[in-house]
T-cell receptor, first 115, second 116 residues
Framework: EDQVTQSPEALRLQEGESSSLNCSYT??????LFWYRQDPGKGPEFLFT???AGEEKEKERLKATLTKKESFLHITAPKPEDSATYLC????????????????FGKGTLLTVNP | SQTIHQWPATLVQPVGSPLSLECTVE??????LYWYRQAAGRGLQLLFY??????ISSEVPQNLSASRPQDRQFILSSKKLLLSDSGFYLC???????????????FGPGTRLTVL
């Protein structure tokens, strides 16, 4: 069974204090790893898709990286508006019995950035 | 550009009452559509997905059902709500690519359901 574990559950940073969020996964044949941002009471907002180990993607102050066992979301010089819950999800490859449709989500990391 | 709508935004219902949540997508044709539930302290759980009109697949057995009466409309229903049905319900869409590439899912604003 596919599993996604995110750590820490909550992270509090000062504005400008860089850090990383972790997403550890167990999946038979990774097809894609997704990062989403979710504000309170809102639906998740798509950030990145990573496909293979070594891949990196950036968007403003965020950079996502991928290894064979985990993904990191690095936040450089965060601002208060970066405060949100960050969700990680994986999709298994079709050759491993995965589905075009099913994403397995972690429980998320609640990031708070204080001014 | 594509837009996804959900309503109502919030709903408070008594146990045993019926439920109907609606989701519509604009700006794309024949999308894949999904219903998720997000309970406090838990990850998103896929409930149903649909690859076309009248085609519904269920991921989790429960007292909920889904229907897709039109190409870009997805409805989540229940005949009798349970306390355990409380949660944040999210609709999502994707382009429906069936090749080896992944198919990114985009989420709607959600419906907060409280069953009392």
């Amino acid at each position: 069974e596919d599993q996604v574990t995110q750590s820490p559950e909550a992270l509090r940073l000062q504005e400008g204090e860089s850090s990383s969020l972790n997403c550890s996964y167990t999946v038979s044949g990774l097809r894609g790893l997704f990062w989403y941002r979710q504000d309170p009471g809102k639906g998740p907002e798509f950030l990145f898709t990573l496909y293979s180990a070594g891949e990196e993607k950036e968007k403003e102050r965020l950079k996502a990286t991928l290894t064979k066992k985990e993904s990191f979301l690095h936040i450089t010089a965060p601002k208060p508006e970066d405060s949100a819950t960050y969700l990680c999800a994986v999709q298994a490859g079709l050759e491993s019995g995965g589905s075009n449709y099913k994403l397995t989500f972690g429980k998320g990391t609640l990031l708070t950035v204080n001014p | 550009s594509q837009t996804i709508h959900q309503w109502p935004a919030t709903l408070v219902q008594p146990v045993g009452s019926p439920l109907s949540l609606e989701c519509t997508v604009e700006g794309t044709s024949n999308p894949n559509l999904y219903w998720y539930r997000q309970a406090a302290g838990r990850g998103l759980q896929l409930l149903f997905y649909s690859v076309g009109i009248g085609q519904i697949s269920s991921e989790v057995p429960q007292n909920l059902s889904a229907s897709r009466p039109q190409d870009r409309q997805f409805i989540l229903s229940s005949k009798k709500l349970l306390l355990s049905d409380s949660g944040f319900y999210l609709c999502a869409w994707s382009l429906g690519q069936t090749s080896s590439s992944t198919d990114t899912q985009y989420f709607g604003p959600g419906t907060r359901l409280t069953v009392l």
